[in-house]
């Protein structure tokens, strides 16, 4: 039997994924069968309709696998969406296909005990690129955005940066998850419909590394703008500006 002694919390990792061989074997091999039995983890993965060898490896090393339908447009929100809908856990874990847990066991007992409150509906974290990877330019920009971040959950807002969503399932579901007409921004949005009814709080010894390849290819300022102009809109309008979000593989 799964060793329950933290909380009695299962977790369940959802990641969300479309042609992300390159990749996603290192994310989901963090998930070792001890970790999994201790902490009573389920993985599942996401497809949005890969046609390199992502549902190969996902059926390898996932514990479950969802399609997306074949009549309907995939977008990250129904991704998570479809897999938040099998899921049994009671907080889930949103995590891309491109990231890895700085220190997993450390996460999943701060999970553990964080939601032990009641009135903790999500958890913020410090996102970082990989190390290997990382630039004089992404330790500046993680560094000042992490702590915008924090600023916002502290003293005015929900937020959650989308490489890492921390939820409690009983909220998420009363919420309905996310809004599947939102192609960007969507992160955004949860966490504002999240905050309305409990606490979010921003984790710092939580991290996760993701890869650097969208700042790569558009640069800072091209991605920082595009994330403000969506935030405002949905926080105006409630719906996003960008009508496709290209993906970067």
């Known amino acids: 039997m799964p060793d329950k002694s933290l909380s009695g919390k299962k977790i369940s990792i959802i990641i969300p994924a479309l042609n992300e061989e390159k990749l996603i074997r290192r994310t989901l091999t963090q998930f070792t069968d001890g970790l999994k039995k201790h902490h009573e983890l389920e993985i599942i993965v996401s497809d949005g309709g890969s046609t390199d060898s992502t549902l190969e490896i996902a059926y390898e090393l996932a514990d479950r696998v969802v399609l997306k339908s074949k009549n309907i447009p995939q977008n990250i929100s129904r991704g998570r969406n479809a897999g938040a809908k099998i899921s049994s856990g009671d907080v889930l874990v949103f995590l891309n296909a491109d990231t890895y847990v700085y220190d997993l066991d450390a996460m999943l007992n701060i999970i553990s005990e964080e939601f032990k409150d009641e009135n903790v509906n999500a958890l913020a974290c410090v996102i970082k690129v990989f190390p290997e990877e990382e630039i004089l330019s992404d330790r500046m920009f993680h560094t000042f955005y992490n702590g915008y971040v924090k600023f916002l959950n502290k003293f005015l807002m929900g937020m959650g940066r989308g490489e890492c969503h921390i939820v409690s ?81």
Do not use: C, H, Q
């Open 169 to 249: 399932g009983k909220r998420f579901r009363e919420i309905n998850g996310y809004d599947e007409e939102m192609i960007a921004g969507e992160d955004f949005d949860l966490y504002k419909r999240l905050r309305k009814t409990g606490k979010i709080k921003f984790i710092k010894d939580i991290v996760i590394f993701e890869s650097p390849r969208r700042y790569r290819k558009f640069g800072y300022t091209k991605v920082f703008w595009n994330w403000t102009v969506n935030s405002i809109s949905v926080f105006l309008l409630g719906k996003s500006v960008s009508k496709s979000w290209e993906p970067v593989r």
